[in-house]
């Protein structure tokens, strides 16, 4: 009976012609082969891109955001994603359908549900006394009680007065 020496065989003794392909350009498999972080990477002055030897990891505390990919069990990233791979809860991505319509309808939804109106900040020339867009102004308009001190003719307080001057 012949040698079946062909079902115990090292894998590493093979390579296919797409493989360098698969490396460099999609990204894929990239940084396998080195565990030291490239520091030109953190400097932010690396200019390989994909095809530098070292590792480019971020930092975790930077990963603001759980990964929308991951929470349906499709990110491929793996450990080069930006995002977070955990289940936190304040760290969850806004839901796209509450932030444009107000609401929504998915009882189950696992994203954020910001209310948009507090997403909008306050108009610091209308809070100075007047705002040259008027009412088509992006930005929140908010009126302040009048000062009664100021009306009669002095507050003491200033501008650290909480009413409006």
Same mark, same amino acid.
């Given at each position: 009976?012949?040698?079946?020496?062909?079902?115990?065989?090292?894998?590493?003794?093979?390579? =296919?012609? =797409?493989?360098?392909? /698969?490396?460099?350009? /999609?990204? +894929?498999?990239?940084?396998?082969?080195?565990?030291?972080?490239?520091?030109?990477?953190?400097?932010?002055?690396?200019?390989?891109?994909?095809?530098?030897? =070292?590792?480019?990891?971020?930092?975790?505390?930077?990963?603001?955001? !759980?990964?929308? &990919? #991951? %929470?349906?069990? +499709?990110?491929?990233?793996?450990?080069?994603?930006?995002? %977070?791979?955990?289940?936190?809860?304040? $760290?969850?991505?806004?839901?796209?359908?509450?932030?444009?319509?107000?609401?929504?309808?998915?009882?189950?939804?696992?994203? %954020? &549900? /910001?209310?948009?109106?507090?997403? /909008?900040?306050?108009?610091? #020339?209308?809070?100075?006394?007047?705002?040259?867009?008027?009412?088509?102004?992006?930005?929140? &308009? !908010?009126?302040? !009680? !009048?000062?009664? +001190?100021? %009306?009669?003719?002095?507050?003491? $307080?200033?501008?650290?007065?909480?009413?409006?001057?």
């Amino acid at each position: 009976m012949p040698d079946t020496d062909f079902f115990h065989t090292n894998s590493k003794n093979y390579s =296919f012609d =797409f493989e360098d392909f /698969i490396k460099t350009e /999609i990204g +894929l498999g990239n940084n396998s082969d080195s565990d030291q972080i490239c520091q030109d990477f953190l400097r932010g002055t690396c200019t390989k891109g994909m095809k530098c030897e =070292f590792k480019h990891t971020t930092n975790f505390r930077e990963k603001a955001v !759980v990964c929308k &990919h #991951w %929470l349906r069990g +499709l990110c491929k990233k793996g450990d080069q994603c930006e995002f %977070l791979h955990e289940f936190n809860m304040r $760290k969850m991505p806004e839901c796209w359908f509450y932030s444009r319509y107000g609401e929504c309808s998915n009882e189950d939804c696992m994203y %954020l &549900h /910001i209310d948009p109106e507090s997403k /909008i900040k306050e108009c610091a #020339w209308y809070a100075r006394g007047f705002c040259k867009h008027g009412p088509h102004c992006r930005h929140k &308009h !908010v009126r302040k !009680v !009048v000062c009664q +001190l100021y %009306l009669s003719g002095f507050c003491p $307080k200033g501008s650290d007065c909480p009413n409006g001057q």
